[in-house]
């Protein structure tokens, strides 16, 4: 009998496991980005404006949230702004060059 209320009391603990990772796998977002130079040039503007903006060197993701873009799209920027000589890098912070 034992067995029993244990294999019942484990069930509803399963049960909550399952909903959890459920709502993990849920939350995740895939992002698209389309690669051609205008939208490259679009995302480097962005994050021109956002380094411009903050007058200071900045992480990848504060680069992100001030320009309120993805990280693969900020990346996108940067590549773009690193090619045109625009950026300086140091300690992994970015400024305008």
Do not use: C, H, R
């Amino acid at each position: 009998m034992a067995e029993k209320k244990t294999t019942k009391a484990a069930a509803p603990k399963a049960a909550e496991a399952k909903k959890a990772t459920v709502k993990k796998a849920a939350s995740k977002k895939e992002v698209a980005i389309v690669l051609n130079a205008e939208n490259a040039g679009f995302k480097a503007g962005d994050v021109y404006q956002a380094l411009a903006a903050a007058g200071k060197s900045l992480t990848v993701k504060e680069i992100a949230k001030a320009a309120n873009i993805s990280e693969e799209e900020t990346l996108l920027g940067l590549g773009w702004l690193f090619k045109e000589g625009k950026l300086l890098s140091a300690d992994e912070k970015i400024a305008l060059a």
